[in-house]
């Protein structure tokens, strides 16, 4: 993958597998080697729901380790706005990864102390739309303040998951169109917006 720019603020969109989060971790990687004073923080939103998760998560963090040994990771699967407050400043270079994930940690219901085992969790249902925009639009409006008032560089890492056939079932529909609007909004107040594909950046705002 080509050098890019570090930019102040930059969305990193993509399907899965498309080389969303090895952009960030490159982005990262340069931004610790040109300068001893330069920090790195991921905030993982995911969390381990199963078995699988819990490996993918372990998997996850041990190749990042490997690849980029200077950056910490902090988890937060809420307070995502607070979190990137708290960590962002200017020598920090903040990685957030990822959106998606934590606007399905808004959007569905707590889990059960216990029902994490695997086998035990029933299938979770998204809230009503209704309730889906009062969990959502507090804490979205506090990441987009937070994202524009960072006080070091940001790179934000969501899926885009609207370009194929339209949804069936109302959840999984308001669930599309919220991610949407979030990426929409994120998108607007970023100085550079890049859409990954078979591991290769398009710059849809900004400078590459």
């Known amino acids: 993958m080509a050098e890019s720019r570090l930019a102040r603020s930059e969305l990193i969109l993509g399907g899965q ?3 969303k989060s090895r952009r960030a971790e490159m982005l990262a ?10 920090r790195a923080v991921l905030i993982a939103s995911a969390q381990p729901w199963d078995e699988e998760m819990r490996e993918r998560i372990l998997r996850h963090q041990r190749d990042r380790a490997a ?3 200077g950056m910490r990771t ?14 962002s400043d200017p020598q920090t270079l903040v990685v957030v ?3 998606t994930l ?7 219901p707590h889990r059960p102390a216990d029902a994490s085992a695997v086998g035990t969790e029933n ?6 739309n209704e309730a889906m925009d009062q969990s959502n639009r507090a804490q979205s409006a ?6 524009e008032q960072a006080a070091g560089p940001l790179v934000l890492v969501g899926n885009e998951i609207g370009l194929g056939v339209i949804p069936l079932g109302r959840e999984t529909r308001a669930f599309v169109d919220a991610l949407g609007r979030l990426n929409q909004d994120l998108a607007a107040v970023c100085e550079r917006v890049t859409f990954m594909a078979a591991g290769l950046p398009l710059t849809l705002k900004g400078e590459p």
């Open 74 to 87: 902090v988890e937060e699967p809420l307070a995502l706005g607070e979190a990137l407050t708290q960590h």
């Open 102 to 108: 934590w606007l399905t940690n808004l959007l569905m």
């Open 142 to 147: 506090l990441f987009l303040i937070a994202t």
């Open 123 to 128: 299938p979770q249902k998204f809230k009503s």
């Open 67 to 69: 690849r980029v040994p």
């Open 17 to 19: 597998r498309s080389g």
């Open 97 to 99: 990864d990822c959106l």
């Open 29 to 38: 990687q340069h931004w610790l080697a040109a300068s001893p004073t330069h």
